[in-house]
């Protein structure tokens, strides 16, 4: 499938290297007249001097799984200033973590030492890191002088979280009590402004290329009107993902005409207006705190392939300096969040070419897509000679048992977003009525009393199904959606059968899911009732999630794996808190028929719960809304360990449990699909006249 990168077209890209292949493109290649209302106008010999000729240097580049922050304060007049820092993502690592500012002053100066100052109490000594034109402040007795950026590296200085209050004192300014810059004499030193710039890894983090560059170049006011420089080394590939840059810049004010650009367009929306940071005081002063932190999130504004980033200042009224730039790019194609979904496909969409100039769109940001956040999309067909589908408030019972899932994604929070296309029609309402449910497809199709076949070696043949699906679900839906079919019965051997998944035994073809299957209760009583056709669509998409009616086996009937996959427990669902919910595994405690203890029954970790379990004395299944004691042995005594056959199979074993959310796999979505699959027989209405008439009673 032909994926078309969906970025913003007014986007270009330079992608050459050397300075004089650069200048050639002053304008940008976006701008045929150079000159264009949406360029930058050519700014001569200034093109790269933000680089090459204000020092603007590299001082950090490394790809890693993580992130950066930057937040600034602006210090005239106060020698001192807070920083806070609050977005750092809980369990990250710092990995570097960077202090830079500015001052404007003469190069000697009894009684201050540029370089130094505090850092919550503790004393820091930066590096001089550059020195830049003065961009337009005249102090009196001594002119004009120049700028100074200092950089610290104070990764030892940082919280281990990385967020916290930061506390700047001690650094070199003329005047401290912080008088308005407007109304107070220029008495040198004069400083600006300070960025904290904290990097960080985090396990569940895009992999990022991450570059800062510091320096000092300045622009306006009888200097170059444009500023560009190149963050090299950094190479998108054919599909761009989250990316955020952050312009710092010292001396803005807020009536200036000031922007910053992304390979020469105009306007990122950026002005250096002094504004975008608190001063000392944590105010803002008349015309603005004269430093800027601003970050802009470029996602959205990169066409790759790139091998570098061409940005560029710009001031056309007064003067400026450009101190620092941070860049973070992450490819497109990882999948950050881990559900089998391309970054780029869950922010861009995904597009087909059909013919030459024709494409069709599927647009996944538009369903709430989200690279870092975990989504699962069903496409529900159904059979329209029976109502075979979910009343509405069972469909948001799914989508809510999803929400609520113990699964942590990287945007710091829980849950999976299922969603559930029926072209929005749900029981007893016809399509379109449910927006909610409404993903553009969602077919109503032809009943058919028993859909498919079985082969003489007892698999089940999915070529029916398939003839349904090439007809109804779109192929640009393929690797993305599963499909499923509301069906009113299997065939032969299988009539009667509550549905079957696409995943099949034994094991080898089984573990690694699938993204197919069927709901089929057309020969229950009623067709399966509401609750009944929920839990078999948990039940069944569990399959295609990898999931076995043992958990990690195939054993069934445990009273330990308190999951809506093991069959004691699918119809019933599980009792946790006196409340039964239609829900996978959270926790995996474990027992051995051998030596069942009666006192702590299925112990601590399942305190809450309720279970169910099978009695050899009585021949029944019984039930019990605590999870100890419990009568395993059936024998009215309750205490010390016993022997019991508690799953009925006949034997004494161990019986294993798991936790279904942490072994869910998204991998079925790409698995080959198979023509043959053996179904690992699920429920039928005789057994669950079995558990209810006959076996599921309450604990005497």
Request: aromatic share 10%; net charge negative; glycine share 12%.
């Amino acid at each position: 499938m032909k994926h078309l990168r969906l970025f913003v077209i007014w986007m270009v890209v330079l992608g050459l290297l050397s300075p004089r292949a650069a200048f050639a493109q002053i304008g940008g290649p976006g701008c045929p007249d150079r000159r264009g209302s949406n360029c930058l106008e050519d700014s001569g010999s200034s093109f790269l001097e933000a680089q090459a000729g204000a020092n603007m240097k590299l001082v950090f580049s490394k790809t890693l799984k993580g992130g950066y922050v930057a937040h600034g304060v602006g210090m005239r007049n106060t020698g001192s200033g807070t920083i806070t820092v609050n977005d750092v993502p809980a369990d990250a690592k710092v990995v570097k973590a960077y202090l830079l500012w500015a001052i404007i002053g003469p190069a000697k100066m009894t009684g201050f030492a540029y370089n130094k100052g505090k850092l919550n109490g503790n004393a820091i000594t930066g590096t001089q890191v550059a020195t830049g034109l003065n961009p337009r402040v005249a102090v009196d007795g001594y002119g004009m002088p120049p700028v100074y950026t200092f950089r610290a590296d104070v990764t030892s200085r940082v919280a281990k979280t990385g967020n916290g209050i930061y506390e700047l004192t001690g650094f070199a300014s003329g005047i401290t009590d912080g008088s308005d810059p407007q109304n107070a004499v220029y008495t040198a030193p004069l400083l600006d402004g300070a960025t904290l710039i904290i990097i960080y890894s985090h396990p569940n983090a895009p992999l990022r290329t991450i570059v800062f560059y510091n320096g000092a170049a300045t622009t306006g006011r009888g200097r170059p009107q444009n500023l560009h420089m190149t963050a090299a080394g950094i190479k998108t590939g054919d599909l761009s993902g989250l990316s955020q840059a952050t312009f710092i810049v010292a001396e803005g004010q807020n009536f200036a005409d000031d922007q910053g650009a992304l390979f020469f367009h105009k306007d990122l929306g950026l002005h250096w207006n002094g504004e975008s940071v608190l001063n000392g005081q944590g105010s803002t002063f008349i015309d603005g705190n004269l430093w800027d932190t601003q970050t802009v999130d470029l996602t959205y504004l990169i066409d790759p392939p790139e091998t570098e980033f061409q940005f560029t200042l710009s001031s056309d009224h007064d003067g400026i300096t450009w101190v620092g730039q941070v860049v973070a790019y992450a490819s497109g194609d990882q999948d950050t969040d881990g559900d089998q979904l391309k970054d780029a496909w869950e922010l861009f969409g995904i597009t087909r070419e059909i013919t030459p100039d024709v494409y069709e769109f599927l647009d996944l940001p538009g369903f709430g897509a989200d690279p870092l956040h975990k989504d699962l999309f069903v496409e529900a067909d159904y059979m329209t000679g029976h109502d075979h589908l979910m009343a509405v408030n069972y469909l948001e019972d799914l989508v809510a048992t999803f929400a609520n899932a113990p699964v942590i994604n990287p945007d710091g929070t829980t849950g999976i977003h299922l969603r559930i296309d029926t072209g929005g029609a749900a029981y007893g309402q016809p399509a379109g009525t449910y927006q909610q449910f409404n993903l553009g497809e969602g077919n109503a199709i032809a009943e058919d009393a028993q859909l498919g076949a079985v082969t003489a070696t007892g698999d089940y043949d999915w070529s029916e199904f398939q003839a349904i699906k090439n007809v109804h679900f779109d192929d640009i839906r393929l690797g993305v959606f599963h499909y499923m079919v509301f069906a009113h019965d299997l065939p032969g051997s299988l009539s009667g059968t509550s549905g079957i998944s696409r995943n099949g035994s034994p094991d080898a073809k089984f573990i690694k899911g699938a993204s197919d299957f069927i709901v089929s209760l057309g020969a229950w009583d009623e067709m399966g009732i509401q609750p009944e056709r929920e839990a078999v669509f948990l039940h069944e998409l569990g399959h295609n999630l990898g999931l076995r009616h043992g958990g990690s086996d195939v054993l069934e009937n445990k009273p330990n794996y308190l999951s809506v996959m093991n069959k004691l427990y699918t119809i019933d669902g599980i009792n946790r808190g006196s409340v039964r919910y239609f829900d996978f595994a959270r926790i995996a405690p474990t027992l051995t028929e051998t030596g069942l203890n009666e006192i702590t029954g299925l112990g601590p970790l399942a305190a809450g719960y309720g279970l169910s379990w099978y009695c050899p004395a009585l021949g029944r299944r019984l039930v019990s809304d605590v999870p100890a004691p419990v009568d395993w042995n059936c024998d009215d005594l309750v205490g010390g360990t016993v022997k019991a056959d508690i799953n009925g199979d006949g034997k004494f074993t161990a019986l294993k449990s798991q936790n279904d959310w942490a072994s869910i796999t998204f991998q079925g979505l790409v698995q080959p699909i198979l023509t043959l699959t053996k179904p690992i027989g699920c429920l039928t209405q005789a057994e669950v006249n079995s558990l209810h008439a006959g076996g599921l009673q309450p604990a005497p």
